[in-house]
């Protein structure tokens, strides 16, 4: 993987030079910048290398005439087909990069080849001949692309980079929040769609293209949609469906094991890093595999997991490397994560991710293949089972659905089966798509009103954060069941807005990139075409995947209980942060940014220390939000001050 940046307007070669420089860690082992001042274009690079080592795999990388140039972060799993096809066709290669494959297939194809891109990535392409410059994101967003649309000091300026504070150097200081994306962070923890917290820095869609000249985006188009846009219904056997994951999944594990250096493996002792393991061994017998070890205890309700990455790497015949991380460590490293993280991401399992790939780095590993991906296709959360439980209660009126809402809110919310009983029932008299995106939230508008100031209330004004979801909803086709279109908006927004953008921040920190095999786009195919019932069956999710991986694994491995990253952090917020929520969230901090009230806060915060409430993720998200501001609007302000001579 790499780090890529670019430009379109006025710009100064320094202002580029330093954005290449903070996106550093992305790509240790080379950089490159192309500028033009005359066309007022300017991209930049900086590589990690994985294909084609020498010098020949350099960014930016150019056409024989430099009338086209590209940087590339990513990878394309069927560059080698493609590559033969334009081998055939008379294409003289120089080097063995998927970069120069696409280069190639661009001159051959123009912007039509993104479709037949299978891989993850995020390009800028300059063509002089067009006087235009094409930005591209992957289809299911695994790589993080921001963008700015705006002015600078010589007029319209366009730019855009693999992470946020790199594209700060190229663009004017941001100060102006966007309100809306911010209550999207605290109702979800992370923030659909394509808001950042700066009003004019936003995320570009999965399968989005751009064509941008003389600062000015002159062109926007999808080039990829999920399958649920074309599904047809097809009738498929318990047998086909079996075969065809154990087929799709082992052809996806094994295209992704290509590549010039050592390749690794996570091993979480799950269903969906195990499988990517056991077919990663049919490659490499020795495949290096690395777990976590969290000492210091874990919040009740979560699972141990290390005991079952142990009896996976034992039942596989493969190597185990443990990082042991004490829970207070992770604790202290919560500011770092939220700068790195660009966004304030709600969430300490960036830190999981972040830990594993430093011990890969130290180890040789450059390539980390991970499971990430396996519950959004095959129907693996709680809030798919959850969903499928309607049928229990979904006909009763509307009025007696109200009041089982009202009871489930009020049991103890320290106990982990009440929380998950409270949050099953939460959107009870909701209807249709309502329903489905209350599933998704973590708080309660009313609750997080509670906590705005009125300048917040009235710059928010009627925006819903639901509403990413809400619109995405109401593009699907009306025969896509309820599950399908719950795993769309996982596939849509959880994924590129979650869980993928902090593992590839995380890891990439440590110079590490991970690859996902469950989002090869030919596996997701396929996995659309599997039908609910095969999905899911009575109380067991995942049901078909199971079955298929029953030849691979140990039972007690595929059929264990779902868990998640086990950061305790109902008692971090109570105990190990308690200091510092005390700072960050104190009346004086609070009233000088001025997005929340301090008193209401502050009466949260005493109630979640004596458990009155469980707040903890609530309060974790106003700290994230505090610290991200801190370290991109007071930190970029300082840095001003400092240059101008103040």
Same mark, same amino acid.
């Given at each position: 993987?790499?780090?890529?940046?670019?430009?379109?307007?006025?710009?100064?070669?320094?202002?580029?030079?330093?954005?290449?420089?903070?996106?550093?860690?992305?790509?240790?082992?080379?950089?490159?910048?192309?500028?033009?001042?005359?066309?007022?274009? %300017?991209?930049?690079?900086?590589?990690?290398? @994985?294909?084609?080592?020498?010098?020949?795999?350099?960014?930016?990388?150019?056409? /024989?005439?430099?009338?086209?140039?590209?940087?590339?972060?990513?990878?394309?799993?069927?560059?080698?087909?493609?590559?033969?096809?334009?081998?055939?066709?008379?294409?003289?290669?120089?080097?063995?990069?998927?970069?120069?494959?696409?280069?190639?297939?661009?001159?051959?194809?123009?912007? &039509?080849?993104?479709?037949?891109?299978?891989?993850?990535?995020?390009?800028?392409?300059?063509?002089?001949?067009?006087? !235009?410059?094409?930005?591209?994101?992957?289809?299911?967003?695994?790589?993080?692309?921001?963008?700015?649309?705006?002015?600078?000091?010589?007029?319209?300026?366009?730019?855009?980079?693999?992470?946020?504070?790199?594209?700060?150097?190229?663009?004017?200081?941001? /100060?102006?929040?966007?309100? &809306?994306?911010?209550?999207?962070?605290?109702?979800?923890?992370?923030?659909?769609?394509?808001?950042?917290?700066?009003?004019?820095?936003?995320?570009?869609?999965?399968?989005?293209?751009?064509?941008?000249?003389?600062?000015?985006?002159?062109?926007?188009?999808?080039?990829?949609?999920?399958?649920?846009?074309?599904?047809?219904?097809?009738?498929?056997?318990?047998?086909?469906?079996?075969? %065809?994951?154990?087929?799709?999944?082992?052809?996806?594990?094994?295209?992704?094991? @290509?590549?010039?250096?050592?390749?690794?493996?996570?091993?979480?002792?799950?269903?969906?890093?195990?499988?990517?393991?056991?077919?990663?061994?049919?490659?490499?017998?020795?495949?290096?595999?690395?777990?976590?070890?969290?000492?210091?205890?874990?919040? #009740?309700?979560?699972?141990?997991?290390?005991?079952?990455?142990?009896?996976?790497?034992?039942?596989?015949?493969?190597?185990?490397?443990?990082?042991?991380?004490?829970?207070?460590?992770?604790?202290?490293?919560?500011?770092?994560?939220?700068?790195?993280?660009?966004?304030?991401?709600?969430?300490?399992?960036?830190?999981?991710?972040?830990? @594993?790939?430093?011990?890969?780095?130290?180890?040789?590993?450059?390539?980390?293949?991970?499971?990430?991906?396996?519950?959004?296709?095959?129907? %693996?959360? =709680? *809030?798919?089972?959850?969903?499928?439980?309607?049928?229990?209660?979904?006909?009763?009126?509307?009025?007696?659905?109200?009041?089982?809402?009202?009871?489930?809110?009020?049991?103890?919310?320290?106990?982990? *089966?009440?929380?998950?009983?409270?949050?099953?029932?939460?959107?009870? &008299?909701?209807? %249709?798509?309502?329903?489905?995106?209350?599933?998704?939230?973590?708080?309660?508008?009313?609750?997080?009103? #509670?906590?705005?100031?009125?300048?917040?209330?009235?710059?928010?004004?009627?925006?819903?954060?639901?509403?990413?979801?809400?619109?995405?909803?109401?593009?699907?086709?009306?025969?896509?069941?309820?599950?399908?279109?719950?795993?769309?908006?996982?596939?849509?927004?959880?994924?590129?807005?979650?869980?993928?953008?902090?593992?590839?921040?995380?890891?990439?920190?440590?110079?590490?990139?991970?690859?996902?095999?469950?989002?090869?786009?030919?596996?997701?195919?396929?996995?659309?075409?599997?039908?609910?019932?095969?999905?899911?069956?009575?109380?067991?999710?995942?049901?078909?995947?199971?079955?298929?991986?029953?030849?691979?694994?140990?039972?007690?491995? @595929?059929? =264990?209980?779902?868990?998640?990253?086990?950061?305790?952090?109902?008692?971090?917020?109570?105990?190990?942060?308690?200091?510092?929520?005390?700072?960050?969230?104190?009346?004086?901090?609070?009233?000088?940014?001025?997005?929340?009230?301090?008193?209401?806060?502050?009466?949260?915060?005493? #109630?979640?220390?004596?458990?009155?409430?469980?707040?903890?993720?609530?309060?974790?998200?106003?700290?994230?939000?505090?610290?991200?501001?801190? !370290?991109?609007?007071? =930190?970029?302000?300082?840095?001003?001050?400092?240059?101008?001579?103040?």
């Amino acid at each position: 993987m790499c780090g890529v940046i670019g430009v379109s307007g006025f710009f100064t070669v320094a202002a580029l030079q330093a954005g290449v420089a903070a996106i550093s860690h992305r790509g240790p082992d080379d950089a490159g910048m192309y500028t033009d001042p005359v066309a007022q274009v %300017g991209l930049g690079h900086t590589r990690l290398s @994985i294909l084609e080592l020498s010098a020949l795999g350099h960014q930016p990388m150019l056409t /024989d005439d430099g009338q086209v140039v590209l940087v590339f972060n990513g990878e394309i799993y069927n560059f080698r087909e493609l590559r033969a096809e334009l081998e055939a066709k008379g294409v003289v290669f120089k080097g063995h990069s998927d970069t120069e494959v696409i280069l190639q297939l661009y001159l051959s194809e123009g912007d &039509a080849m993104l479709s037949r891109l299978n891989g993850i990535f995020v390009l800028g392409l300059w063509d002089a001949r067009k006087d !235009a410059l094409l930005v591209a994101r992957d289809g299911l967003g695994v790589k993080p692309v921001y963008v700015y649309e705006g002015s600078g000091e010589g007029g319209a300026c366009f730019a855009f980079a693999s992470e946020i504070k790199a594209l700060q150097h190229l663009i004017p200081p941001q /100060d102006a929040l966007d309100f &809306a994306a911010i209550d999207r962070y605290l109702s979800f923890q992370w923030c659909p769609g394509a808001g950042t917290p700066f009003a004019k820095v936003k995320k570009l869609d999965p399968g989005q293209a751009l064509w941008v000249s003389r600062g000015r985006v002159v062109s926007r188009s999808t080039w990829y949609q999920l399958p649920i846009f074309t599904k047809t219904p097809a009738a498929m056997t318990e047998e086909v469906a079996t075969l %065809g994951v154990q087929t799709y999944l082992r052809q996806a594990v094994h295209r992704q094991m @290509i590549a010039d250096v050592p390749v690794g493996a996570f091993l979480s002792g799950g269903l969906d890093s195990s499988s990517v393991v056991a077919f990663a061994k049919e490659i490499n017998p020795e495949v290096k595999c690395f777990t976590i070890e969290a000492v210091g205890g874990q919040d #009740a309700g979560m699972t141990d997991d290390l005991s079952y990455a142990k009896q996976v790497a034992q039942h596989l015949k493969v190597p185990l490397a443990i990082v042991r991380v004490d829970s207070s460590q992770m604790a202290r490293d919560l500011e770092q994560m939220i700068y790195q993280l660009d966004e304030p991401l709600a969430d300490p399992a960036p830190l999981n991710v972040l830990y @594993i790939s430093r011990l890969a780095r130290e180890q040789g590993i450059k390539v980390l293949l991970s499971g990430a991906g396996g519950d959004d296709i095959f129907s %693996g959360y =709680r *809030r798919h089972l959850a969903l499928k439980s309607e049928h229990y209660w979904g006909w009763l009126p509307q009025g007696v659905r109200a009041g089982l809402a009202s009871l489930a809110g009020g049991l103890d919310q320290r106990n982990p *089966r009440f929380r998950r009983v409270a949050k099953l029932l939460s959107g009870a &008299a909701l209807e %249709g798509d309502a329903r489905l995106v209350n599933y998704f939230l973590w708080a309660k508008r009313v609750d997080l009103h #509670a906590l705005y100031t009125p300048e917040f209330k009235a710059q928010l004004g009627q925006a819903r954060a639901e509403a990413p979801l809400t619109e995405f909803l109401s593009q699907l086709p009306k025969t896509a069941t309820a599950l399908d279109r719950m795993l769309a908006l996982e596939q849509r927004f959880f994924l590129p807005d979650h869980n993928l953008t902090y593992t590839d921040k995380m890891s990439m920190v440590a110079g590490i990139e991970v690859r996902v095999p469950f989002l090869d786009l030919d596996l997701v195919q396929f996995a659309s075409r599997i039908p609910d019932q095969l999905k899911q069956r009575g109380a067991q999710s995942k049901w078909v995947f199971k079955k298929a991986m029953e030849p691979y694994l140990p039972r007690n491995v @595929i059929y =264990r209980p779902k868990t998640g990253f086990g950061a305790p952090l109902r008692r971090w917020m109570q105990q190990d942060l308690r200091g510092l929520v005390g700072d960050v969230l104190s009346v004086a901090s609070l009233k000088r940014r001025g997005l929340f009230e301090p008193k209401a806060v502050q009466q949260m915060i005493q #109630a979640n220390d004596s458990g009155e409430v469980d707040a903890s993720y609530t309060l974790f998200s106003l700290l994230s939000i505090e610290l991200w501001c801190r !370290a991109f609007i007071d =930190r970029a302000s300082t840095a001003q001050l400092k240059q101008a001579g103040k």
